[in-house]
T-cell receptor, first 113, second 114 residues
Framework: AQSVTQLGSHVSVSEGALVLLRCNYS??????LFWYVQYPNQGLQLLLK??????LVKGINGFEAEFKKSETSFHLTKPSAHMSDAAEYFC???????????FGSGTRLLVRP | DSGVTQTPKHLITATGQRVTLRCSPR?????VYWYQQSLDQGLQFLIQ???????AKGNILERFSAQQFPDLHSELNLSSLELGDSALYFC?????????????FGSGTRLTVV
């Protein structure tokens, strides 16, 4: 079965520092991969998605993620954290033969001034 | 505003009751997905409809049911409510049946069962 593992339920960085949120997936075939962000009391917003085109995917708000098949990873990065990036981030995978998204458990990003 | 409208935003009800959550998808989207978000279970896929027909089913309890109407809005019915059903319920929509195109989520309905 497809699954997604997000390492670290909480990540804390200083404003201006690199943001790295880790996501590993299990899939027997190349999947669709997504990163979503959830701000407090809001729904989930799509940050970026990988659909077997370019392995480096650029998203909104300066985020990007790199698909590495050999490592079954899809880590999310941002060169310089901003206070407004504080939120919960979810990695998700869509199995090739299904239509649902399977979400990781989420990583809460804290940005210190 | 994501374009996906969920009502009501908050709902407080007693155990044993029945509630209906409503979702209007983004204009042009044919597919509607329902998810439950709770602290202990995380985000769980419940059910998907595509153009009025059930497409996929996830961890949806038998006490829960859903449907998508001809105007493409969807309703999630929760009955015989238990304390453990308290959660955020999200609706999402996508342009076609496959989520490779990405979902658009509504802001959710927070259900509290007392």
């Amino acid at each position: 079965a497809q699954s997604v593992t997000q390492l670290g339920s909480h990540v804390s960085v200083s404003e201006g520092a690199l943001v790295l949120l880790r996501c590993n997936y299990s899939s027997s075939v190349p999947p669709y991969l997504f990163w979503y962000v959830q701000y407090p009391n809001q729904g989930l917003q799509l940050l970026l998605k990988y659909t077997s085109a370019a392995t480096l995917v650029k998203g909104i708000n300066g985020f990007e993620a790199e698909f590495k098949k050999s490592e079954t990873s899809f880590h999310l990065t941002k060169p310089s954290a901003h206070m407004s990036d504080a939120a919960e981030y979810f990695c998700a995978v869509s199995p090739d033969s299904s239509y649902k998204l399977i979400f990781g458990s989420g990583t809460r990003l804290l940005v210190r001034p | 505003d994501s374009g996906v409208t969920q009502t009501p935003k908050h709902l407080i009800t007693a155990t044993g009751q029945r509630v209906t959550l409503r979702c209007s998808p983004r204009s042009g989207d044919l597919s509607v997905y329902w998810y439950q978000q709770s602290l202990d279970q995380g985000l769980q896929f419940l059910i998907q409809y595509y153009n009025g027909e059930e497409r996929a089913k996830g961890n949806i309890l038998e006490r829960f049911s859903a449907q998508q109407f001809p105007d493409l809005h969807s309703e999630l019915n929760l009955s015989s409510l238990e304390l453990g059903d308290s959660a955020l319920y999200f609706c999402a929509s996508s342009r076609r049946g496959a989520p490779g195109y990405g979902y658009t989520f509504g802001s959710g309905t927070r259900l509290t069962v007392v």
